[in-house]
């Protein structure tokens, strides 16, 4: 099992900055992908961004590439995005999840959820 807390949400103002951290424990995270998800009020859960385990290669969503980075310390066993120019549309809850089984945007292919930090971005 990987249990996931991520950490680092909050409040700013349109055009501010976020980093949230994800850090795991029972098992190393050097063998998983990890991704990023986020869910707005009434709306579906949306990819963000996965990293490789090596944190070789990383995928973004259109919606926030140039301006997220996704990164990974393992040996902290932690996964971190960097937001930058944040917008109200980045407004939701953000989870972190964990998988082996591909590098994937499907929320499917990943078993291992954290429980989500709010992000909400003022206009």
């Known amino acids: 099992q990987v249990h996931l807390v991520e950490s680092g949400g909050g409040l700013v103002q349109a055009g501010g900055s976020l980093r949230l951290s994800c850090a795991a424990s029972g098992r190393t995270l050097s063998t998983y992908h990890m991704s990023w998800f986020r869910q707005a009020p009434g709306k579906e859960r949306e990819f963000v961004g996965v990293?490789?385990?090596?944190?070789?290669?990383?995928t973004y969503a259109d919606s926030v590439k140039g301006r997220f980075t996704i990164s990974r310390d393992n040996a902290k066993n932690t996964v971190y995005v960097q937001m930058n120019s944040l917008k109200p549309e980045d407004t939701a809850v953000y989870y972190c999840?964990?998988?082996?089984?591909?590098?994937?945007?499907?929320?499917?292919?990943?078993?291992?959820w954290g429980q989500g930090t709010q992000v909400t971005v003022s206009s």
């Open positions: 990293i490789s385990w090596s944190g070789g290669t990383t």
């Open positions: 999840v964990a998988g082996t089984e591909a590098y994937s945007r499907s929320p499917k292919m990943y078993p291992y």
